[in-house]
């Protein structure tokens, strides 16, 4: 189907309600926020909205992946995983963070070119994994909260991945 991510998420919230659900890879990174879409000739909003998923892990999200694991496994709540750099997730307005910057809103990246650069610019600027800061862009009463990056794999690290039996 057109928009997989966004069906086969739906069709497992349908069937699982209370499974967790982590999208990653290309499609989330790059839909993490409000976008243009070639496809649709639109701005869509952030991938999170239309596939009522729990978190996005973006970037390349080895260490995320890690951390929402082990996280799981002790019991804790998808909804508590608010603090993991390199996820992004959806909350209602009111429990908004104070910290990082805010984009201007889907609503206001749709009605405005203007507004959908000066979006595109501040993700572009908060991609550093040492100053990066947290963004949030409004989504109508949904505030969607990209965490900073998480900082890439030490050589250490990279080389253990690279030593696993694939």
Not at 99 to 116: I, M
Not at 121 to 128: A, F, G, L, M, P
């Given at each position: 189907?057109?928009?997989?991510t966004d069906v086969y998420s739906n069709?497992?919230?349908q069937t699982y309600k209370h499974t967790?659900?982590?999208?990653?890879?290309?499609?989330?990174?790059?839909?993490?926020?409000?976008?243009?879409?070639?496809?649709?000739?639109?701005?869509?909003?952030?991938?999170?909205?239309?596939?009522?998923?729990?978190?996005?892990?973006?970037?390349?999200?080895?260490?995320?992946?890690?951390?929402?694991?082990?996280?799981?496994?002790?019991?804790?709540?998808?909804?508590?995983?608010?603090?993991?750099?390199?996820?992004?997730?959806?909350?209602?307005?009111?429990?908004?963070?104070?910290?990082?910057?805010?984009?201007?809103?889907?609503?206001?990246?749709?009605?405005?070119?203007?507004?959908?650069?000066?979006?595109?610019?501040?993700?572009?600027?908060?991609?550093?994994?040492?100053?990066?800061?947290?963004?949030?862009?409004?989504?109508?009463?949904?505030?969607?909260?990209?965490?900073?990056?998480?900082?890439?794999?030490?050589?250490?690290?990279l080389d253990k991945v690279y030593s696993?039996?694939?």
């Amino acid at each position: 189907p057109d928009m997989p991510t966004d069906v086969y998420s739906n069709l497992i919230r349908q069937t699982y309600k209370h499974t967790p659900i982590i999208l990653g890879g290309i499609e989330a990174s790059l839909r993490r926020l409000a976008h243009y879409d070639y496809w649709d000739d639109k701005i869509r909003p952030s991938i999170i909205i239309d596939s009522k998923a729990d978190l996005i892990s973006y970037g390349m999200g080895e260490k995320q992946t890690v951390q929402i694991a082990n996280r799981l496994a002790a019991g804790e709540s998808i909804a508590d995983m608010r603090d993991i750099l390199g996820t992004c997730y959806a909350c209602p307005t009111v429990e908004t963070p104070y910290s990082g910057v805010e984009c201007p809103s889907y609503e206001n990246v749709c009605a405005n070119k203007r507004e959908y650069a000066k979006s595109c610019r501040i993700q572009q600027d908060e991609q550093d994994h040492i100053r990066g800061r947290m963004i949030k862009q409004k989504h109508g009463k949904i505030m969607v909260v990209q965490n900073p990056p998480m900082p890439p794999l030490t050589q250490e690290e990279l080389d253990k991945v690279y030593s696993l039996p694939y």
